[in-house]
C-alpha cells in the first residue's frame, strides 16, 4: 500500500493505506481524529466537513492521494483554541442538540468567516449542512450573530 504524509492541524503525519481510501476514514480509522463525522458518504449531509486550504471540503469525497502537501485542518484542529468564537457562541446558545451534525456546522461557518464571505454565501454554505435533530434556528441565531460581531 502508498504511503502518504500529511498535514493535519499544523503537525505531520505518515499513514499507509489504499489510494482510493476517502480522506476521511484517514482521519477516522487511521489517525483517531474522530471528531469529523461520517453521515451519508456521498458529499450531501456535510458533516464530514474539514478545511484544506483553508476551504471547507467534505472529507468522505476526497481520495487520500488527492491531498499532497496541502494544509488541513479538522475539529480538533480548531479546538485548540477553545476560546474561538464560534465554540463560545455554540455555548452561549446552547446550538447542539446531540452534537452529530455540529462539528460540520462549525467547520463550514469558520471557513466561510475566515474567508470575509458574504451573508449570502455563509447562508448557502450552512444550508447545505444537515441536522436530523433540527437545531438550524439556533444556528441561525448564532450565524447572525457571529455575522454581526464581523470576526
Ligand atoms: S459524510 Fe461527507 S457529506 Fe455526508
Ligand atoms: S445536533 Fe443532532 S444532528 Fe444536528
Known amino acids: 500500500m502508498p504511503k502518504y504524509t500529511l ?3 499544523q503537525k505531520k503525519f505518515n499513514v499507509q493505506t489504499d489510494a482510493g481510501t ?29 478545511h484544506v486550504d483553508g476551504k471547507a471540503e467534505r472529507s468522505c469525497t476526497l481520495n487520500v492521494e488527492d491531498i499532497g502537501e496541502s494544509p488541513i485542518t479538522t475539529i480538533e ?6 476560546d474561538h468564537p464560534i465554540f463560545k457562541k455554540w455555548i452561549d446558545l446552547e446550538v447542539s442538540q446531540c452534537g452529530y451534525c455540529q462539528p460540520g456546522q462549525i467547520m ?7 474567508q470575509n464571505a458574504s451573508r449570502k454565501e ?20 448564532a450565524v447572525d450573530e457571529l455575522a454581526e460581531e464581523k470576526l
Do not use: F, Q
Request: aromatic share 4%; hydrophobic share 35%; with cysteine.
Open 122 to 141: 455563509i447562508d448557502d454554505a450552512m444550508d447545505s449542512v444537515l441536522c436530523r435533530c433540527g437545531t438550524y434556528h439556533r444556528i441561525k441565531k
Open 22 to 50: 476517502p480522506l476521511l476514514w484517514v482521519l477516522r480509522d487511521n489517525l483517531g481524529l474522530t471528531g469529523t463525522k461520517y453521515g451519508c458518504g456521498e458529499g450531501i449531509c456535510g458533516c464530514c466537513t474539514i
Open 108 to 114: 463550514t461557518l469558520a471557513a466561510m468567516l475566515e
Open 77 to 82: 484542529g480548531l479546538a485548540e483554541n477553545p
Open 7 to 9: 498535514t493535519i492541524n
